[in-house]
């Protein structure tokens, strides 16, 4: 007798999920820019920072706008002695 739900089920379930959303998502009609420009951002919300740092780096060199040479998309500025990371350019 199979209690709860094994691991394959929850994948299967979070995978449709977010083709569902993917689905939303299009039938806004978006272009292939705003495709870009949504994985860009959705990329800048991982919490992997290796992870966010290649897709963005990647994600670059089909934006346009974005330079894929850029050094850095943040500049950091000192407000009450403390260092902060502000995003720039997006």
């Known amino acids: 007798m199979k209690l709860g ?6 994948d299967v ?3 449709t999920e977010s083709r569902n959303i993917v689905k939303e998502i ?4 978006v272009s292939e820019s705003h495709k870009l420009d949504i994985m860009y ?3 800048l919300e991982l919490e992997s920072r290796p992870a966010l740092e290649e897709i963005t780096k990647i994600l670059k060199k089909y934006r346009s706008g974005i330079k894929p040479d ?4 943040y ?3 000192e407000s009450d ?3 902060t990371s502000k995003l720039l350019g997006v």
Do not use: M, P, Y
């Open 5 to 10: 739900k094994t691991e394959t089920d929850t």
């Open 13 to 15: 379930e979070r995978i």
């Open 26 to 29: 299009l039938r806004f009609g």
């Open 41 to 43: 951002f959705l990329a």
């Open 70 to 73: 850029e050094e850095t998309q």
């Open 75 to 77: 500049v950091n500025t």
């Open 81 to 83: 002695n403390t260092s």
